[in-house]
């Protein structure tokens, strides 16, 4: 299904929105989780910042307000039905035109600088900035974009290591758990624990960012993974680092895995996590340009 | 917990009574800094054009309207992570007089003896619910350095920010490393409930 012009100005709006209703709505699946994870605390300070999460939860999605000041890096995950026929340049170009939109219409934050002489254009873009990530679905009509603003605080806090075959699952784990703990309070925990296993160095780490990206309450498909994201995740919770670090019953919402087939020399492992909001807003639109919303 | 309310320019008596865990409103004059403005104070040598005795700083870089030249409106303030502004802490202590580092996250054992030999503590600030600091703002009164934007030196006038969490006192306590050592002590043994051997 070949689509008309007027797909790609409703391309850029759609982003446009994505990017500032994802800064105000958390995800009713966080949402529930930060209020689960409130009800378990016992500590005084720990019960205190649950307050004040629940509080900017509520002035978000109820006074129209940004959550959180980071506006992030940019993020958007493409899927594009296999029986859409459109412009990749085209719909790349609406993408960054929309991501500009907001900053400038909002206004949001430029959080975007070039890395060396930390030059801002005041646009939350830059060079290759926004992230796209293209994909695709077979016998599809509709495309689904999938926004992350990520924040600096959990996207700092990222490791990845090449790990060989002979350091096996328990290397694996090893290297989770130590690198959640040496975190500490500077991703915003409680996180969503993104891991990824196997594949190349950089899809690796792409798989982990996409593990960040699903609903709370997902699991792998694969049992055997699914498994060790529950082990995992019961781990974690063991540490007592808390919400802020500042010491309580949870310090991950979730564990999440994804994996790729690797190389017979290759083992490795990639972490990045989501800070407590894990914030996230879909859009499906269909080639006769009809939008829904959703998380 | 005890509660405690301070008004801005702080002294080295209002923090030598403070205890991690403590939880504190300030109101009055808060300077907003992080990485770019401190790099130009303390790497290229330039001088901040404000008076930091007795200041809280807070590391921010906010979201704003801009309502005239040299005005803006905040639409969302909230704190970044303060570790990455750690080796700046002695500077800011000894040579400009500051009392209160607000920020997310901690600082390090060493920014920890360093408020303990000056008077000094970190306010731990509720790190990604900048919306409800927002509303405690009164006015943005000054935006320094705007070249910098979003990172220039802003001048933010304050009824009751917080409440915060006392992170690190003037008497060796530091709670955020604190708890980060608990989980590092019983690392070896959470590896081996799950079949890890140390």
């Known amino acids: ?295 | 917990m005890p509660e405690y309310r301070f008004k801005t320019p702080l002294t080295e008596a209002n923090m030598r009574q403070l205890r991690v865990g403590d939880s504190v409103l300030l109101d009055g004059v808060i300077f907003g800094v992080r990485d770019a403005n401190l790099i130009r104070v303390f790497d290229k040598g330039v001088n901040p054009p404000v008076d930091w005795q007795g200041a809280a700083l807070l590391h921010t870089a906010p979201n704003v309207r801009k309502t005239g030249p040299g005005k803006y409106e905040p639409l969302c303030v909230g704190t970044t992570t303060s570790m990455r502004m750690d080796r700046f802490t002695e500077g800011l202590l000894r040579d400009y007089g500051v009392r209160a580092i607000l920020g997310k996250g901690g600082l390090s054992p060493r920014s920890a003896e360093l408020m303990q030999q000056y008077g000094a503590c970190y306010l731990s600030v509720t790190g990604g619910a900048a919306a409800m600091e927002t509303l405690q703002i009164e006015e943005i009164e000054k935006a320094y350095w705007e070249d910098l934007m979003p990172e220039c030196i802003w001048q933010i006038r304050f009824n009751g920010l917080g409440p915060l969490t006392v992170g690190i006192d003037t008497h060796g306590g530091n709670l955020q490393s604190e708890v980060q050592d608990e989980a590092k002590n019983k690392l070896s043994d959470i590896l081996r409930s799950i079949g890890v051997p140390s």
């Open chain 1, 1 to 295: 299904m070949e689509v008309r012009d007027s797909f790609y100005v409703l391309i850029e709006n759609v982003c446009r929105d994505l990017y500032i209703q994802s800064l105000k709505l958390i995800p009713p699946d966080v949402v529930a989780a930060i209020k689960r994870a409130a009800a378990t605390e016992t500590k005084e300070v720990a019960k205190r910042i649950f307050s004040h999460y629940i509080e900017s939860i509520e002035l978000g999605s109820n006074k129209d307000m940004l959550v959180c000041q980071d506006t992030g890096i940019p993020i958007y995950w493409v899927e594009i039905g296999g029986n859409l026929r459109l412009d990749g340049a085209r719909l790349s170009e609406a993408i960054v035109r929309g991501t500009e939109r907001a900053t400038k219409e909002h206004p949001l934050r430029s959080s975007i600088v070039s890395p060396i002489k930390r030059e801002n254009r005041q646009t939350s873009t830059g060079e290759r900035i926004p992230v796209i990530h293209f994909d695709f679905v077979a016998n599809s009509d509709e495309l689904s974009i999938l926004f992350m603003p990520k924040g600096s605080g959990s996207e700092n806090m990222s490791f990845m290591k090449m790990l060989v075959p002979a350091d096996g699952m328990n290397g694996i784990k090893r290297f989770v758990l130590e690198h959640v703990v040496g975190a500490g309070a500077k991703p915003c925990p409680p996180t969503i624990v993104g891991i990824g296993i196997g594949g190349s160095s950089d899809l690796c780490m792409t798989l982990a960012k996409k593990a960040s990206a699903r609903p709370l309450g997902s699991k792998n498909p694969d049992p055997e993974m699914a498994g060790l994201e529950e082990e995992l995740f019961n781990a974690i919770n063991q540490t007592g680092i808390g919400p802020q670090g500042l010491g309580g019953n949870t310090t991950a919402l979730a564990v999440h895995i994804e994996s790729a087939w690797t190389h017979i020399t290759c083992n490795p492992v990639a972490i990045n996590m989501q800070c407590w909001r894990a914030e996230r807003r879909r859009a499906t639109v269909t080639a006769d340009e009809k939008v829904e919303y959703g998380f």
